[in-house]
């Protein structure tokens, strides 16, 4: 079996904002286009142009439809990726020593070499964030573009993970999680960032935050719009509430801008 | 590793040999792309990796979906290889592969003849087109009247309605404020039409607090984080907003002094009864007259100092009575019918919620208006301190569009936003140059055709009134497509959807060749598919094709190619030369003025063995020059551009101004103006493949009244004088046709069209219920037979039937059940993954269904254009998009259901043709699941490019 390091020197990872992703699927299929030409063997897809066409994804959109106490139906998009676990259960697991947890940054990747496509990390992830590349027969999983984030390659700005440099509503954010100072801490602490599944312990490195209130007058009124609303008074006629009234109105408000 | 130590990683792996910065083409947004290329283990260039052009003014370095799945589209196995000739009998998809000299000799055999005896036996049109400065041109120097691009289907009651109104609409008219806007309602807005513009600006609303409001019978995409939906009724938007306008204009909650400058809300309306009632008040040089307070006197509305009146029964210079349009105005919408108490039931919408709704509208235009202080001049000349902003504001798009009602509600739109105050305003809508124009600046609709010769003018243009339209002097339709007829006379993108079956019927006449470029009409961009493969197949009794040829362009092996006698083959959008030009459909920021091209990141030869493709522009310069088209030859006859690029360079369509704006004049010193420069595509490719220049800062805000952006447009080469106007509350050129229904004027509609334009040419928004609707209604009762209202949306990460095909998008959105609500699902005892039949007045459809609470209940909908033909898009026989996609075109006709009048009326707006997809009725019966098959089945067609491969694992040998 594997062991985690005690410590990392950061804690590299991604804050995902809820409130923001449209679910487009652009950082899914942006992060595809990277890493199938990337470090290690392409992401495959089998039966591509057939009947049950697959691959190998190392980040998806999931969508889920939540229907609140009061108002109308809400739809959250949901993009899920390796969470880059402080006691990541998919490193512990590995008989080859293949998983394993970066010292210096806590990214959690896969060494191709020794991995043996035994897939006990993936039963051992719960989040269901590693996939088996159906013809290479290894182990694939988000390594937050390790060959980005530091590739003297690329202009500064590039240096972030493909999903986040490709996310249209910038609902993808990329730091140390590890820093409390650092912006994208900070982040998180303002917008009330959880952990994904806290229960099952695993200490996940990547955020996400959460929407905020939707049809706010539902849960303000009691789930009905009847009820006066704050702005009401607004909808009040200034002087009568019919067309002769509007018109008579008009006359003053004429007089007042000149 | 178990041992504790790490494997050493290269961190700083080679990204790619050489980066070039394109335009996409996987929509129709066109963001700005940096293609990496790298050597493959075979050593021939290879796309790495695409990714947004930080520097381009649509998409600021981000991407879509579609965009990241570029190299799946470019290297699809469903590319067309070479041209090819028809061999098996249309729709067989038997083709023989034939060189280009072959083909174009064809084309030209067919096309000469016709141009020398009767142009208007060829009919031209275009879909996802955005060349259409050129295909126009080169349709116009044919000398056909039919010609047109894909609006008259897709979105042309957004535009119209902009056009008439403010000048422009929505998209590539103009956008939100994303900078400074407090609030912003979004009406049936689902993909594209911006994609990522769009995404950005709702990625920075949400980091400036700002409120979204989603109004869409679905909560999908934006709508889903929108801080609040509004699941609206499909086709009521109209009422909603007019009882929106009601609740403004009861509590007085509008920008009255916006009001009095800015639009015609003053302008003297004739009330004396007459050929002349209902038009403006106008002074001896055609000026529109306002009553001015100060002088008691009706004066011009474009001097200044005046303080125009807004009620009043005034006499007007001519002796006859007259009013403000906005007293007609505030009389109508302060109409009962107009409360939300009164349309809250048929818009689903409760009467308190419009209320609120309105009141949070007028709270953020008055209580939390902005300032920016900036001195300005109007074109009265008046000296202004700064702008005023009204952060309100709207976006909108096929939702509200393609409805029977779309034009009126599109206009309704604008209405509420003027009352507002909140276009061209900090914090409103902002146009994008070079809009907006007025109506005047844009051409008539000209349809005269001359042997031999070129068409009279531009075909497509704005009818000022009834005797603008395309008519023989018999009065029955010039064009083909009816378009800019008595039946929808402001169908100013033409209507290609009536192309086929009124070439199939000889109606109005017979035309000779069918061309299209780049419109699956054979499948999802027809209503009545089936109905339509039909038609394209027809024949007469002598055995040959009612529409007797039919040339087709397409860079993939899509549904139509099948339908075509000879197919040109397109290239794949990084193989190409393409102009995103300021003349066709610009790509521009409120704040600056932009235009692009894309250009071969990579050669078409070098893509696949044996593949002879050519990019369609060129081939049409090409014909051009072979059929001696003047424009396409110099005075000897030889071509006068070698291909598309060289036009894009050396075409002037005015003297100084040509497709590209940028880096014109000798020394490429000039923006907008200048002479052909050899070197200007080496200086866009230099410069990421896109040029901008921002606009004076003085210039930014109320373009159409400030002198300076006035005078920096003549400039810029946009027109050649200033054209200061007034935005169009009341729109004079539809009150003409309204006279012409009262039976003033010499051109007079039939009789049976009289009723139908006196009701749909209000001047002023109006609402009617939807033509299907209302004709499936019996004894006045809404059709219990057919419940439910059916609407389709794009897919975010896919467009059209074009991502079938792409190995990776296929993995998302490979099927497409029918959502339909909980309680429907209950009533019929459905549950996710049984099959339903969808039944409308037109056909019956078999589809797998799946549950969604967050939707109108009375709506069911389904993703557009997943399904595919089988043999279509080099798929699989068994492939999903086959067996379970499923399209709703099969249940929506051209024709309405009889009325019982004896006559069949069109499934469209009546005042611009655009096709009423979203009328849709329908009601739903559980299937038997049985084959787990969609049905109608269309048959199968053979692929000319075979069928893709098993595995793809691209990107192999660079890791």
Redesign the interface.
């Known amino acids: 079996?594997?062991?985690l390091p005690e410590t990392t020197g950061r804690k590299l990872g991604l804050v995902i904002?809820l409130?923001?992703?449209?679910?487009?699927?652009?950082c899914?299929?942006?992060c595809?286009?990277?890493n199938?030409?990337?470090?290690?063997?392409?992401?495959?897809?089998?039966?591509?142009?057939?009947?049950?066409?697959?691959?190998a994804?190392l980040n998806r959109v999931h969508t889920y439809?939540v229907?609140p106490q009061n108002g109308?139906?809400?739809?959250?998009?949901f993009p899920k990726s390796c969470l880059h676990c402080e006691d990541a259960p998919c490193v512990t697991v590995c008989p080859?020593?293949?998983s394993?947890k970066?010292?210096e940054d806590g990214i959690v990747?896969v060494?191709e070499?020794?991995c043996m496509g035994c897939g006990l990390c993936a039963w051992a992830c719960p989040y269901g964030a590693r996939e088996m590349d159906?013809?290479?027969g290894v182990m694939k999983k988000c390594t937050l573009c390790?060959?980005r984030i530091?590739?003297?390659?690329?202009p500064e700005?590039?240096r972030v993970p493909?999903c986040v440099?490709?996310?249209?509503?910038?609902?993808r954010h990329f730091g140390d999680l590890g820093d409390p100072s650092s912006d994208i801490s900070k982040l998180v602490a303002e917008r009330g960032g959880y952990d994904l599944m806290p229960e099952q312990g695993t200490k996940p490195v990547n955020q996400y935050l959460p929407?905020?209130?939707?049809?706010?007058?539902a849960s303000e009124l009691g789930g009905?719009?009847?009820a006066p609303?704050n702005?009401?008074d607004?909808?009040?006629?200034?002087?009568a509430?019919?067309?002769g009234g509007?018109?008579g109105?008009?006359?003053k408000?004429?007089e007042r801008?000149? | 590793?178990?041992?504790?130590s790490?494997?050493k990683?290269?961190?700083?792996?080679?990204?790619s040999d050489e980066v070039r910065k394109t335009t996409c083409y996987m929509c129709a947004c066109r963001c700005g792309i940096d293609v990496h290329l790298?050597a493959g283990p075979d050593g021939e260039m290879k796309i790495?990796?695409?990714?947004?052009n930080?520097d381009h003014p649509v998409?600021k370095?981000?991407?879509?979906?579609?965009?990241?799945?570029g190299?799946m589209q470019h290297y699809s196995?469903a590319r067309l290889r070479k041209p090819l000739k028809r061999t098996g009998p249309r729709g067989s998809g038997e083709f023989e592969e034939i060189e280009w000299d072959e083909a174009l000799e064809i084309a030209t055999g067919w096309l000469e003849p016709i141009r020398r005896n009767d142009p208007k036996k060829l009919a031209f049109f275009t879909g996802r087109d955005q060349s259409q400065s050129l295909t126009s041109w080169w349709a116009q120097q044919y000398g056909t009247p039919n010609y047109a691009a894909h609006g008259g289907f897709c979105s042309v009651n957004m535009a119209a309605a902009g056009i008439y109104t403010l000048g422009g609409s929505f998209w590539e008219f103009g956008a939100p404020d994303w900078e400074r806007t407090r609030l912003l309602m979004i009406f049936g807005v689902a993909?594209d039409h911006d994609?990522?513009p769009i995404?950005?600006g709702?990625?920075?609303l949400?980091?400036n607090g700002a409120k979204v409001i989603g109004v869409n019978p679905v909560?999908?995409?934006?709508?889903?984080?929108?801080?609040?939906?509004v699941?609206i009724t499909p086709g009521t938007d109209g009422l909603f907003i007019l009882a929106m306008v009601h609740?403004l204009?009861?509590?007085?909650?509008v920008d009255?002094?916006y009001l009095?400058r800015w639009t015609n809300a003053p302008w003297l309306v004739e009330r004396d009864p007459g050929a002349s009632f209902g038009l403006f008040v106008r002074d001896g040089d055609g000026k529109a007259l306002v009553w001015d307070?100060a002088t008691g006197q009706a004066q011009p509305f474009d001097r200044p100092g005046l303080?125009p009146?807004?009620?009043g029964d005034f006499q007007a210079p001519g002796g006859g009575r007259a009013r403000p349009v906005f007293?007609l105005m505030?009389?109508k919408y302060?109409?009962p019918e107009y409360s939300p108490d009164a349309v809250a039931g048929r818009c689903g919408i409760?009467a308190?919620?419009i209320?609120?709704l309105?009141?949070?509208l007028?709270?953020v235009a008055f209580e939390q208006a902005i300032e920016i202080d900036q001195p300005w001049t109007d074109f009265r000349g008046e000296r202004h301190q700064s702008f005023i902003g009204r952060p309100v504001s709207f976006h909108a798009m096929r939702g509200i569009s393609a409805h029977s009602n779309g034009f009126q509600t599109c206009r309704a739109l604008h209405i509420l936003q003027l009352l507002l105050g909140a276009v061209e305003c900090p914090g409103g809508f902002r146009f994008k140059p070079p809009y907006p124009k007025p109506v005047e600046a844009h051409p008539v609709p000209h349809g005269e055709v001359t042997a031999d010769s070129p068409l009279n003018g531009p075909h497509l243009g704005f009818p000022r009134g009834p005797g603008d339209l395309a008519l023989e002097k018999d009065g029955s339709p010039a064009r083909i497509d009816k378009a800019f007829t008595w039946e929808n006379p402001l169908s100013v993108h033409g209507l290609m959807q009536m192309v086929i079956s009124n070439a199939a019927a000889r109606d109005p006449y017979a035309i000779e060749v069918l061309f299209l470029y780049m419109a699956n009409m054979a499948w999802n961009s027809s209503m009545n598919t089936a109905g339509v493969m039909e038609m394209l197949t027809a024949k007469d009794e002598d055995g040959e094709y009612r529409i007797p040829k039919i040339i087709y362009s397409d860079a993939y092996s899509s549904e139509m190619v099948a339908y075509a006698d000879l197919v040109l083959p397109d290239t794949t959008y990084l193989e190409r030369h393409d102009c995103i030009s300021l003349l066709d459909r610009p790509i521009c920021e409120a704040d600056a003025v932009a235009d692009a091209i894309r250009w071969p990141v990579v050669e078409p030869a070098t893509q696949a063995e044996g593949r002879d493709v050519r990019g369609f522009q060129s081939v049409l310069i090409d014909l051009g020059a072979r059929l001696r088209l003047p424009g396409f030859v110099d005075d000897a006859g030889k071509a006068k551009y070698r291909d598309y690029a060289d036009y894009m360079v050396n075409h002037q369509r005015r003297p100084g101004v040509g497709p590209l704006a940028g880096w014109r004049g000798k020394d490429g010193e000039a923006s907008g103006r200048g002479e052909p420069n050899p070197e200007q595509l080496e200086r866009y490719i230099e410069n990421g493949g896109f040029w901008r220049a921002e606009l004076p800062e003085e210039a930014r805000f109320f373009k159409p009244f400030n002198a300076a952006y006035q005078d920096w447009a003549v400039g810029m080469g946009f027109y050649d004088q200033p054209q200061p106007f007034v935005f169009q509350l009341y729109v004079e050129p539809m009150r003409r046709f309204q006279l012409a229904a009262e039976g003033h004027g010499e051109r007079q509609p039939p009789d049976h069209l009289r009723a139908q334009i006196k009701a749909a040419f209000d001047p002023l928004a109006v609402w009617w219920e939807p033509f299907e609707q209302a004709a499936l209604k019996k004894d006045g009762v809404d059709a219990q037979e057919y419940p439910l209202h059916a609407i389709t949306q794009r897919p975010?990460?896919m467009y059209h039937s074009w991502g079938g095909?792409n190995?990776?998008?296929?993995?998302?959105h490979?099927r497409n059940p029918l959502y339909v609500h909980g309680s429907v699902m209950a009533a019929h005892g459905l549950k996710d993954g049984d099959w339903a039949y969808v039944i409308s007045h037109h056909g019956r459809i078999k589809v797998p269904v799946a549950r969604?609470?967050?939707?109108n209940p009375h709506t069911v909908w389904t993703w557009n254009a997943i399904a595919k033909r089988e043999g279509a898009w080099?798929?699989?026989a068994?492939?999903?998009e086959v067996?379970k996609g499923f399209l709703l075109n099969h249940l929506i006709h051209e024709l309405l259901p009889p009325r019982g009048d004896g006559l069949r009326w069109s499934n469209a707006d009546p005042v611009t043709g655009q096709a009423a997809w979203f009328d849709l009725r329908v009601r739903i019966e559980k299937a038997e699941a049985g084959a787990e098959l969609s049905e109608p089945r269309l048959g199968r067609q053979k692929s000319p490019v075979g069928?893709?491969?098993?595995?793809?694992?691209?990107?192999?040998g660079?890791?």
Not at chain 1, 19 to 26: L, Q, Y
Not at chain 2, 9 to 15: E, F, G, K, M
Request: include cysteine; proline fraction near 5%.
């Open positions: 079996m594997t062991t904002d409130d923001t992703c449209v679910g487009c699927h652009a899914a299929v942006s595809k286009e990277w199938t030409g990337g470090t290690g063997a392409p992401l495959a897809d089998t039966d591509a142009y057939g009947a049950d066409p697959s691959g994804w439809e229907q109308p139906a809400q739809m959250v998009h080859t020593g293949a394993y970066r010292v990747l060494n070499d020794t159906p013809v290479a390790v060959d530091y590739n003297q390659n690329l700005e590039d493909a440099r490709a996310c249209p509503t910038g609902a929407p905020r209130q939707r049809d706010a007058w009905c719009d009847s609303f702005l009401a607004l909808a009040e006629p200034e002087t509430d019919n067309a509007f018109l109105w008009l006359d408000a004429l801008i000149g | 590793m178990a041992d504790g790490e494997p990683l290269d961190l700083s792996p080679r990204v790298r790495r990796h695409i990714e947004g930080r998409n370095g981000v991407l879509c979906a579609k965009g990241s799945a190299i196995p993909e994609s990522n995404k950005i709702l990625g920075k949400k980091g909560r999908t995409g934006y709508n889903a984080i929108a801080d609040e939906w699941g609740e204009l009861r509590t007085g909650q009255l002094d009095c307070r303080k009146a807004l009620k007293e505030a009389r302060l109409e409760a308190a919620t209320r609120r309105a009141a949070e007028a709270d975010a990460a095909q190995a990776w998008l296929r993995q998302i490979g969604m609470d967050a939707l080099a798929l699989d068994k492939a999903p067996r069928q893709g491969p098993k595995d793809v694992t691209y990107g192999e660079w890791g």
